[in-house]
């Protein structure tokens, strides 16, 4: 089973500023079978974005994510109000189970 | 507009059994697989079971493996997660998740609590 581990656990930002998230992987990710949700207080989460580097429908381009291997980043290029959440990575890259990795809480600081 | 609206949770006494069910509309539901995905109170997010399009196939994970049941009905765009020897840890609100095509989650329901306590 491939453990995602993210980090950091909370990252303290400011609207305006740039948010880089980590996700790494105890072993390679399949193609790249990346994917990113958010998920806010009292929500569902949300699918930000998939196959490492592909936005969902209606994400905004401020958030973007790359990497491969076993090293993903999510970057959220200027940081709005709204953003603020716990952002989850999840692998797919294999057959289940699908893990997620422990999140990360994005909070304004 | 793809929706997914679970129901069946409440609370439960360790060691008894709980149905929750998802009712799919907006998409070509015999088309997905579907997934059920649970978040103990203030925790991260755990894959539990998915079920292909067809039924045929179905996987767990293994803290759930043999006491769940993941099931569907086509003719009625619903798939359900039977839950039986349950335990304190289950305790959890329980996301039912569409697959895309690729076992990434594009659409989520809203959850559906299921306490496990006596």
């Known amino acids: 089973e491939i453990v995602l581990t993210q980090s950091p656990g909370t990252l303290s930002l400011s609207p305006g500023e740039r948010a880089t998230l980590s996700c790494r992987a105890t072993q390679s990710v399949t193609n790249s079978y990346l994917a990113w949700y958010q998920q806010k207080p009292g929500q569902a989460p949300r699918l930000l974005i998939y196959g490492a580097s592909s936005r969902a429908t209606g994400i905004p381009d401020r958030f973007s994510g790359s990497g491969s291997g076993t090293d993903f980043t999510l970057t959220i290029s200027r940081l709005e109000p709204e953003d603020f959440a716990v952002f989850y990575c999840q692998q797919y890259g294999s057959s289940p189970p699908y893990t997620f990795g422990q999140g990360t809480k994005l909070e304004i600081k | 507009e793809v929706q997914l609206l679970e129901s069946g949770g409440g609370s439960v006494q360790p060691g008894g059994s709980l149905r929750v069910s998802c009712a799919a509309s907006?998409?070509?539901?015999?088309?997905?697989?579907m997934n059920w995905v649970r978040q103990a109170p203030g925790k991260g997010l755990e894959w539990v079971s998915v079920?292909?399009?067809?039924?045929?196939?179905?996987h767990y994970a293994d803290s759930v493996k043999g006491r769940f049941t993941i099931s569907r009905d086509n003719s009625k765009n619903t798939v359900h997660l039977q839950m039986s020897s349950l335990r304190a840890e289950d305790t959890a609100i329980y996301y039912c998740?569409?697959?895309?095509?690729?076992?990434?989650?594009?659409?989520w329901g809203q959850g559906i609590l299921v306490t496990v306590s006596s």
């Open positions: 907006g998409f070509t539901f015999s088309n997905y697989a």
């Open positions: 079920i292909s399009g067809s039924g045929g196939s179905t």
């Open positions: 998740a569409k697959d895309s095509w690729r076992s990434f989650f594009d659409y």
